[in-house]
């Protein structure tokens, strides 16, 4: 059965894509701070329009994944 084997894959992804979603907005707000000496809510909503765009760029392949299947009669 390959139902087990999936769930621990489909964690590892969820653990490392989470990891990598953080770091990603935690650079983006370090870098509007000090490159740009904005006020923090601006660097805030910088980070938010990017986790808007990462999730876009996400659903992309999933709309690819999600095809069904046709079912023979």
């Keep these: ?6 769930s621990v894959t489909t964690r590892i992804f969820q653990t490392i894509g ?3 979603g953080s770091s990603v907005l935690a650079t983006v707000i370090a870098s509007r701070m000090s490159a740009h000496n904005t006020p923090i809510a ?6 938010f329009w990017w986790s808007i765009g990462l999730a876009v760029v996400a659903i992309i392949p999933t709309l690819m994944l999600a095809k069904p299947k046709k079912i023979e009669v």
């Design 1 to 6: 059965m390959q139902i087990p084997h999936a």
């Design 18 to 20: 989470g990891a990598f």
């Design 42 to 47: 601006n660097a805030y909503q910088s980070a």
